[in-house]
């Protein structure tokens, strides 16, 4: 894909403060491009999700977002521990979050289905020990 | 009904956008579940909440919400109300406990936010 921006966002593991950020500057960004708002509200929902998750199941990772006149693309990855069952994680409700993961009024086992069901184009891959890929596209009209 | 009409329903303090109250409100949904609000809320609408950290502001934002309610008497803290004044959110705060809140507005003529199944599912 042709892109007119790529931006690469570091999450870090545990950090409830800052989680979200990337997120935000994710939806101004395409905010700033003219995307519209239908399209806008369907990354920025799946983006919040994804970062969350790396913030809260992961050991650390990156986001990467890519505009482009054919879409956006927007790839999570980090680098574990992975997920051991896929089908079982993409359930609604499956959740391993933590307490004050669900202090915060998260956990609810939405994430991963929310994400699926916004995107265009869903993927997911991981690898015990290894990581978490997630590749979703978004088609602009 | 009006933004203002809600905080006079609920006798509510407006702590953030006090300008907007008059625009219209139609519909509110009433959570304290962000995951829950991300997965089913899909128009720029209320959200009453008991909740009042961070992401509930973050919440607001990725879906372009209107206006925070946060009932029994909760109110954030400041540097989460900066956030709510930059995003444009009006934000007030009633005594009233969530459920009644969802009553009096109701009765005074809000309705709940269209919700999505998503596909396949039955309620
Ligand atoms: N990046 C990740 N690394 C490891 N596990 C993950 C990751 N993302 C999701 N999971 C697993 O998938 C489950 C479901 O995720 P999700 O649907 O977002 O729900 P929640 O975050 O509320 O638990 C999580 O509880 C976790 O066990
Ligand atoms: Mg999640």
Redesign the pocket.
Known sequence: MSSFIHEEYPVAKGDYTRAGEASADIKRRLKQLGVSSNVMRKVAVASY?VE???V???LG?KLMLDVGTDGVLLV?E?VG???PDIAM?MREG????SEE?RSLG????????NMKRNADDFDIQSEMGKG?RISMRFNLA | MTFRDMATVLHAKVLCHEEKLDNPARTACCSDLM?DVLAFVNEKTVLITGLTNPHVMRTADMLDLKCLVFARGKIPTDDILETADEQGLIVMTTKETAFTTCGLLYEAGLRGVPIEWPEGEDA
Do not use: R
């Open positions: 999700e969350l998750n790396l809260i199941h992961s990772g999570s980090d521990p992975g997920i994680a499956y959740s391993t979050a993961a998260f956990g609810a086992g939405m994430g991963l289905p978490t | 995951s």
